[in-house]
């Protein structure tokens, strides 16, 4: 790996990144690109060859893929035998010692993706759809035009990511999306190379997935009564039940399909607060005896976990059943705008905040969040957590995600933790994306702009170089109160999820808004094609 970045660092100090870039269209950057004269085309000889039987997943995603070039129906071979000519080579290196690392060479022979694991050969294959003419986005080809050609730049690329964690997430709690909506959510994430989904599913609003030990988690929890219309303080409500939930099958199916994509679920089990919905199926884990009700409104509400023996031992035996269907090294066990009213006024708590010693409710917070971790540690599983837990003392072993600003990733990486930099004012997707103006949709209020998301550099300039490396990454957060639809999570997500796999992916010192800009507007054409309904007040 070492020796590579110093080749590509050699390289970048010979080439200029506005003439390597003049033809290439390639969202995330790479980050070294070489022109060169000719081009390849695609036609009824193309093979797809494989270095190992290891790749045929990879294989059949290209040729899939190629779909919209096969209207005269020839079959695509997948092949060990590489042909001297007409041929796209997938082939695993040794030499590549980072597992997202990938080369990619077109010549008029051919195409030859190289990569340190089937992850770089997707990244490599994700980077050759986009040399191709967007008509390649098509999935029927009867709508391709007959003239269109299949040509692909003569083209040497070497590229590696620059943060290990490239998250977008989604929340599926304030509104429910189906498995369709989802995996296509995936594939979007897919083709920008992202690798972590943040799979947002419980929250005051509802519980998402099913818990088999604990059925009313989504009989009861997962269905509200009615939810707000317009924005909070509105007052004004639907009437109307809404819930839903995804069946332990659904995730196995979800997250099968993300992990073919090489991008991880993480799964997100809100606690100790954000806790409405599983007590009012539940409520003898609440700290009172008292009608709990799953929320219509949005906000931060009162109701939290008891700090029992039985609330762990339930919070616990869920986790058994997340573990057993995510293989996530992380679980995010939310941790964020957990009022302590309740605690305070509770007698079990405050006999807990006793016996172990505690000064106050938020080191009982921080107590909480270790049981959970050891839990989870015992399970080889790590936690991650908004910048909250680290109210009252952080536990050992946890990564957290900075929300509320950069302070808490600041403080989290100085003390030699983990962080995932998710500031609200550049990565909340939910706030507008232009100055809200009665063409702009209802938001939860905010302002952040394509250009403040490609703007935001996830390392702070308050960390030293080796309290730096403990910044391993940055998502864009969907919050969902206001996006009752995929097309409204759709048109709230992108472009700017784009914009922000190149903060993710690309060297910092290539990036570059104008460039970007113009970049952009190819990838809008193939979002046209694919029926994204992004926003469109950059298009031009």
Request: aromatic share 12%.
């Amino acid at each position: 790996m070492k020796t590579l970045l110093l080749l590509l660092g050699t390289f970048i100090l010979t080439i200029s990144p506005l003439q390597a870039f003049q033809n290439i269209q390639i969202i995330p950057k790479p980050v070294l690109v070489s022109e060169k004269p000719g081009s390849f085309n695609l036609n009824e000889n193309l093979s797809i060859y494989i270095s190992s039987d290891d790749l045929r997943s990879e294989a059949e995603f290209l040729n899939d893929l190629l779909f919209a070039t096969n209207w005269k129906g020839y079959p695509i071979i997948i092949s060990d035998v590489l042909p001297k000519t007409d041929f796209i080579s997938l082939s695993l290196s040794s030499e590549i010692d980072h597992d997202e690392t990938y080369s990619l060479s077109v010549t008029n022979q051919g195409v030859t993706i190289s990569g340190g694991s089937r992850a770089g050969i997707f990244f490599g294959i994700q980077s050759l759809r986009q040399l191709l003419p967007t008509e390649i986005e098509h999935t029927d080809p009867s709508l391709v035009p007959n003239n269109i050609n299949w040509e692909i730049p003569a083209v040497e690329i070497s590229d590696v990511p620059r943060f290990e964690y490239r998250g977008m997430h989604l929340d599926v709690a304030r509104h429910f999306f189906p498995v369709e909506f989802v995996k296509r959510y995936i594939d979007f994430l897919a083709m920008y190379k992202y690798n972590r989904f943040h799979w947002h599913l419980t929250e005051d609003q509802g519980w998402r997935i099913e818990i088999k030990k604990y059925p009313k988690l989504t009989e009861i929890g997962g269905w509200r009564d009615s939810t707000l219309i317009g924005n909070y303080g509105t007052g004004k409500y639907d009437g109307i039940r809404y819930g839903g939930f995804y069946t332990q099958e659904e995730v196995k199916e979800i997250v099968a399909y993300a992990a073919d994509r090489h991008i991880t679920v993480i799964p997100e089990i809100e606690m100790p607060g954000h806790s409405s919905a599983a007590l009012a199926a539940y409520p003898e884990f609440g700290c009172f005896d008292k009608e709990y009700s799953v929320a219509t409104t949005w906000g931060v509400f009162e109701d939290i976990y008891c700090p029992s023996e039985a609330t762990f031992s339930f919070l616990e035996d869920v986790l058994d059943e997340v573990i057993e269907l995510f293989p996530s090294e992380y679980i995010h066990i939310g941790g964020d705008e957990a009022p302590k009213k309740q605690w305070e006024e509770s007698p079990i708590a405050q006999q807990v905040i006793e016996r172990e010693g505690l000064k106050d409710e938020h080191e009982l917070q921080s107590y909480f969040i270790e049981r959970i971790e050891q839990y989870l540690n015992s399970k080889g599983r790590q936690i991650i957590g908004w910048d909250e837990i680290m109210e009252g003392g952080l536990a050992p072993g946890a990564t957290v995600m900075s929300w509320r600003g950069e302070s808490g990733g600041i403080e989290a990486a100085k003390m030699g933790h983990d962080v995932i930099m998710t500031p609200n004012a550049s990565n909340y997707f939910d706030h507008f994306q232009a100055e809200p103006t009665i063409e702009e949709p209802i938001s939860i209020g905010g302002l952040t702009t394509l250009q403040d998301v490609y703007g935001y550099e996830p390392v702070p300039e308050e960390l030293s170089e080796e309290e730096a490396k403990y910044v391993i990454g940055s998502q864009g957060n969907v919050w969902t109160e206001y996006m009752h639809s995929g097309a409204k999570v759709e048109y709230m997500a992108f472009p700017r999820a784009i914009a922000l796999s190149e903060v993710l992916w690309s060297p910092v010192d290539q990036r570059n808004w104008e460039l970007f800009l113009e970049r952009l507007q190819v990838t809008f054409d193939r979002l046209d094609i694919l029926g994204v309904n992004y926003a469109k007040h950059l298009r031009k």
